[in-house]
């Protein structure tokens, strides 16, 4: 069963690039990528989805390595407004599992 | 409409009450979730619906009853909860599921107290 890895938290300022990692050692071949972003008293939300090599939107960029066993999520030029907990979800086609990575609290300052 | 509604947004209930949790989506998904979330904790998965049809159920103890009575409504029937039940619980759909790389949308939450 993949287990899933995230620092506890990260610092920033606003308008600096942001790196959150995300470990999943024993991810399988059919198994889906998938970050989102939560804040206080709210549901989680979509930020981005990759199988592999790099994928891009219009908010972040998913780096994802040739071995799988881990990814990274970019956001460009954080403002304060992106001071929230950050998962990584593996989603497990394989084992018709759905694991959120342990979160990582961005705290973003002027 | 990308939303997805859950009811009530906050709920107290005894240890003996039976209470349900109500969940609603009309972006025409085929799949709904229901996931319990501790303090701090990441969201942890009990139940998927896949077209109305239980596909996933995570050991969950027989306390929480899911009902997907059609496409778009998903309930959580409670009944003779512990304390330790106390949590937030979210709601979630996407297109299809429950695994296979497809987005998931998500409500805002039950915050369920159980005294």
């Known amino acids: 069963l993949a287990k899933t890895t995230q620092p506890i938290s990260m610092d920033s300022y606003e308008g600096q690039e942001v790196n959150i990692t995300c470990s999943h050692n024993n991810i399988a071949t059919n198994d889906y990528i998938t970050w989102y972003q939560q804040f206080p008293s709210q549901g989680p939300r979509f930020i981005i989805q990759g199988y592999k090599t790099k994928v891009t939107n219009e908010v972040a960029s998913l780096f994802i390595p040739a071995d799988r066993k881990s990814s990274t999520l970019s956001l460009p030029r954080v403002s304060l407004s992106d001071t929230a907990v950050y998962y990584c979800l593996v989603d497990s086609g394989a084992t018709n599992k759905l694991i959120f990575g342990t979160g990582t609290l961005l705290a973003v300052q002027p | 409409d990308t939303e997805v509604t859950q009811t009530p947004k906050h709920l107290v209930m005894g240890m003996t009450n039976k209470k349900s949790l109500k969940c609603e989506q009309h972006m025409g998904h085929r799949a709904m979730y229901w996931y319990k979330q501790k303090a701090k904790k990441p969201p942890e998965l009990m139940f998927v619906?896949?077209?109305?049809?239980?596909?996933i159920n995570e050991s969950v103890p027989s306390r929480f009853s899911p009902e997907c009575p059609n496409s778009s409504l998903l309930n959580l029937h409670l009944h003779a909860l512990q304390p330790e039940d106390s949590a937030l619980y979210l709601c979630a759909s996407s297109q299809v599921g429950g695994t296979g790389g497809y987005e998931q949308y998500f409500g805002p939450g039950t915050r369920l107290t159980v005294t």
């Open positions: 619906y896949s077209y109305e049809k239980l596909s």
